[in-house]
């Protein structure tokens, strides 16, 4: 695994870096791999085996840049994409935490789209979305979705969550509580309709909180545009 490790520090942008490996008194064939690198800034240092912490104390001590990131040999650093890494560091100068441009992104989607209601971070093709909409259209034209002051009305009624509160939400948060409020009230639902002796519920119904999720409309379409379509066309026709 060390390879790994080596090589995506060596395809780094960055160029002034040291590489200092501690071998914590490995019995394999680390010290013949890391020779075969001839980089100048590459250091191998191998000692008897003393846990983690010792051996990276060992190679603090060894360092002489003023910025010091650890490096475990089963992991490796991001390739480079032109942007740097986000980097925080402690009153030491040691590296504590970094963000990689990927992580990044997603951060930025987090804060961007949090207040967007029709946000969708998953990956749907034209023609998929085309027919997604389609059946929205079908499934809803009978009903009306609750404004947002109804939803909001019926989590204070179900929570005790005061409207401020609310308010000072982002639309996905209050989105999770209002989904897990009106779960709730569907499995309490369930539940007195299985202890009802009029009906006959088999199973053991589950708390949707413990429920695995499944996307209806990734269930529905099966990934299959086609087939999804032939599904609203039985839709439209009943």
């Known amino acids: ?9 060596l395809q780094q942008t960055f160029v002034e870096w040291e590489l200092i490996i501690i071998d914590d ?14 980089d100048s800034r ?10 983690r912490s010792v051996a990276r104390n060992k190679g603090i001590s060894i360092a002489k840049g003023r910025y010091i990131c650890f490096l475990d040999s089963d992991n490796k650093y991001y390739e480079k994409d032109g942007r740097p890494n986000i980097i925080f560091v402690d009153e030491n100068n040691i590296i504590t935490h970094h963000i990689c441009p990927k992580d990044f992104d997603e951060i930025s989607k987090i804060i961007l789209f949090q207040n967007d209601i029709n946000y969708d971070d998953r990956y749907i093709s034209p023609d998929m979305r ?9 499934k809803y ?10 939803k909001k009305a019926f ?22 509580v209002y989904q897990a409020s009106i779960d709730s009230e569907i499995y309490i639902g369930n539940k007195i309709i299985q202890a009802s002796q009029k009906y006959d519920v088999k199973g053991n119904i589950e708390h949707p909180m413990f429920e695995v999720k499944k996307d209806p ?13 032939n599904k609203i066309q039985q839709i439209n026709n009943n």
């Open 1 to 9: 695994m060390i390879p790994k490790a080596i090589e995506s520090v």
């Open 25 to 38: 008194g490995s019995i394999d064939n680390t010290a013949e791999i890391v020779k075969t690198y001839t």
């Open 42 to 51: 590459i250091k191998y240092i191998w000692q008897e085996n003393q846990e």
């Open 130 to 138: 085309k027919e997604i909409e389609q059946y929205y259209k079908l």
């Open 141 to 150: 034209k009978d009903s009306t979705p609750p404004t947002i002051e109804k």
């Open 155 to 176: 989590v204070i009624s179900k929570t005790g969550i005061s409207l401020n509160e609310i308010n000072n939400m982002v639309f996905r948060m209050f989105d999770q």
């Open 217 to 229: 409309i990734l269930s529905a379409m099966g990934g299959d545009a086609e087939v999804f379509e």
